[in-house]
């Protein structure tokens, strides 16, 4: 083989790992994010509004799965289906939002009884995503960011 096409092979091959690098960091950086908002706290209970937004490509149904630290359990959610089996829920899209762009976002309420920590680990679709907490209404003000899987 002669220098040229040793050469031209190794930056061909260069090219190909830069690539791989940075299709590897961009999947890292998670499926989605998640703003997981305290709306209002009676002690009991709670009200929360959930921000999804698909930082993936497009979606034409989503799920989004999370894992209670604490005994919470959702009484009702609108804005999607939920299921929850003992410290896990998972919510999936109603007929009129399963649609989600990339960048796009969407938005649910619940209701949950024995209020404790919001969940910090949430998966779109079993794909992890970073997270944000905070508390708003008649919680004192905090706020808390988490990215982690699981």
């Known amino acids: 083989m002669t220098m040229k096409k040793l050469l031209q ?6 090219g190909l790992a830069a690539g791989v690098l940075a299709s590897s960091a961009a999947i ?4 989605c994010s998640v703003n997981y908002q305290t709306e209002n706290n ?27 630290a604490g005994n919470e359990t959702v ?3 609108w804005e999607g289906t939920y299921a929850q089996t003992g410290k896990n829920v998972s919510v999936k899209n109603v007929g009129y939002n399963g649609n989600l ?6 938005s649910f309420g619940l209701i949950a009884a ?4 919001a969940p910090t680990a949430f998966t779109l679709n079993g794909a992890a995503c970073g997270a944000t907490a905070s ?4 919680n004192s003000a905090s706020s808390e960011n988490a990215t982690g899987t699981p």
């Open 42 to 68: 009676w002690g009991a209970g709670a009200q929360y509004k959930v921000t999804l937004t698909n930082t993936g490509t497009a979606k034409t149904s989503w799920e989004l799965c999370w894992t209670f």
């Open 9 to 14: 092979l190794s930056l061909l091959s260069t």
């Open 114 to 117: 024995n209020p404790g920590t």
């Open 75 to 77: 009484s009702s959610l």
């Open 101 to 106: 762009a990339a960048n796009g976002s969407v």
């Open 28 to 31: 890292a950086q998670g499926a």
């Open 135 to 138: 508390s708003q209404g008649n």
